[in-house]
């Protein structure tokens, strides 16, 4: 193949890939599946989000890939869009997995991540919750309605709320990522009211559904939030404004009362030792 058929080739690629840039993730992945292991290669997890409304465009900015990292797997994911004539010889070829990066955050973000890890405690009672669930007993009912307290209390109010009322807005809320955790705060509020609803009733197979579905919810969004989310914002916002959210958070957690977070993670711990004891 000549030069001129080379870079005509590469051209083209280069083209049909932005065609497809401007174009919601999901999209562009269900047209093209094969995008979604060189993705992962890359640890953007986009075929797993269940909201995948961020562009295209936008994964390569938020995910903040060094420049030659970036170059490379732009090119295997056009590749896989528009593949190269046989011959040609593309960037693509001598690429290599990357190495797992290490995620640091700010002390100011550090505090929401921090926060992940008691809700995450509760994602893994979830399981043991169901296997062990009795909605007709007082003691039983009590630890149903304990998990879902917890969720509408700590996860949401206390944690998503500083996240809503204070964080985001430093961004644009229109940005698609933006949006998207908001839609999953939602969701997660919609499962909440349905699993009150069902503990009025009795109605032990709703609670599950629910439950399972906010489990799967907050289990992906918690990972978009800690590897994608959380490092772009920490390189976006200034010192200055790190310190002003910081002083929201310390606001926001006074109005809400400095006994809540001990409360929750002494009612975590207190199920861990239940479920670890019933097991034995």
């Known amino acids: 193949m000549s030069r001129h058929t080379h870079i005509s080739a590469m051209d083209k690629l280069t083209e049909d890939l932005a065609k497809h840039l401007p174009r919601p993730i999901k999209e562009v992945i269900t047209e093209f599946p094969d995008l ?34 970036e170059k490379e797997m732009m090119a295997r994911l056009a590749d896989v869009i528009s593949p190269l004539p046989r011959g040609t010889v593309s960037a693509a070829t001598s690429a290599s997995p990357p190495k797992t990066r290490e995620k640091t955050y700010s002390p100011t973000v550090k505090r929401l991540v921090d926060e992940h890890l008691l809700i995450k405690r509760w994602l893994a009672l979830i399981p043991e919750v169901i296997n062990n669930m009795d909605v007709t007993s007082g003691e039983g009912r009590e630890v149903v309605a304990g998990g879902i307290d917890f969720i509408s209390s700590y996860a949401d109010k206390f944690h998503h709320g500083k996240e809503e009322d204070i964080l985001f807005k430093y961004f644009d809320g229109q940005a698609e990522i933006i949006q998207a955790m908001h839609s999953d705060h939602e ?35 918690i990972k978009k939030e800690d590897e994608i989310l959380f490092p772009w914002m920490d390189r976006s916002l200034s010192e200055t404004n790190k310190n002003a959210i910081a002083s929201g958070f310390d606001k926001a957690e006074r109005a809400m009362g400095a006994e809540l977070p001990a409360q929750c993670e002494t009612f975590i711990a207190a199920l861990e030792k239940k479920f670890t004891h019933s097991s034995k």
Do not use: W
């Not at 269940?50 to 890939?65: E, P």
């Not at 499962?191 to 919810?217: F, N, P, S, W």
């Open 36 to 69: 979604v292991d060189i993705l992962n290669e890359y640890d953007i997890g986009c075929g797993a989000c269940l909201v995948g409304t961020c562009l295209f465009k936008d994964i390569v900015s938020i995910h903040n890939l060094p420049p030659e990292v």
């Open 187 to 221: 969701t997660g509020r919609s499962h909440v009211k349905a699993m009150r609803e069902a503990l009025k009733k009795e109605d032990k197979d709703t609670i599950i559904k629910h439950l399972q579905a906010y489990g799967e919810l907050l289990t992906d969004h």
